[in-house]
C-alpha cells in the first residue's frame, strides 16, 4: 500500500517482466480503537490490557500511518444523536466550498502537476504553505511531544493549507495548524 499511497503508482515485477500502472486513489480506511472496541468509550469499559492495545494498533505500520493523512477518532452516538432531526451544514453548502478550495489548489499548483493539496511536493509545501514564527513554535512543539516524523510534518501543513483554503484564506493561521496536529490521533502515544 505505501508504494500507490506514496507514488500513485503499483509496479508488478515478475521473472520476466516489470509493469507499472497508474494508481491515483483516495484511501478511506476504519479501525476499532483496541480488540474489544470500547477504549475512551465514555459508557462502556474497555476490557483490554495496555500491552494488547498496542499490538493490536501495531498491526497498522507506522510508515502506513504516516501516509494518510487524516486520522479522526468517531465516538459512538447515544439514541437522542441519532434520532435527532435537526441538521447540520447542507450538503449543498459543502459541495460549494469545497469546489471553491479545489479551484483555489489547482490554480495555485496545478501548472506544476499538483492538482490538490495532497499532491504537493516538498518544493511545493515550502511555497505554499509557509507560516509565521509563532506556528512555528506550534509545529516544533507537537514534533517533539508526539514524536512525529519529517512525512506527518508535511502533511500536517498541507491539511492545515487545505483548512485554510476551505475558508478561503491565503494565509495559514495558527489554528489551522493546531486543528491539522489534531487529525493526527493515531501518531499520539495510548500512555
Known sequence: ???PLEDRVVTISRAAASITYPASFMMVAAMNPCPCGYFADPTRQCSCSPKQIQRYRAKVSGPLLD???????VPGLKYKELADERGGE????????VN??????????GHDGAYCNSQLKPRHI??????????HALLESAMERLGLSARAYN?????????ADLDARERITA????????YRTLDRRLY
Open 175 to 182: 489554528a489551522d495548524v493546531s486543528e491539522a496536529i489534531q
Open 100 to 109: 471553491r478550495a479545489r479551484s483555489l489548489q489547482f490554480t495555485r499548483a
Open 155 to 163: 502533511r500536517i501543513l498541507k491539511v492545515a493549507r487545505t483548512i
Open 1 to 3: 500500500m505505501r508504494q
Open 126 to 135: 515550502k511555497k505554499f504553505c509557509a507560516v509565521d514564527e509563532p506556528t
Open 67 to 73: 501516509r494518510i493523512d487524516i486520522h479522526v477518532e
Open 90 to 97: 447542507p450538503s449543498d453548502g459543502i459541495r460549494e466550498r
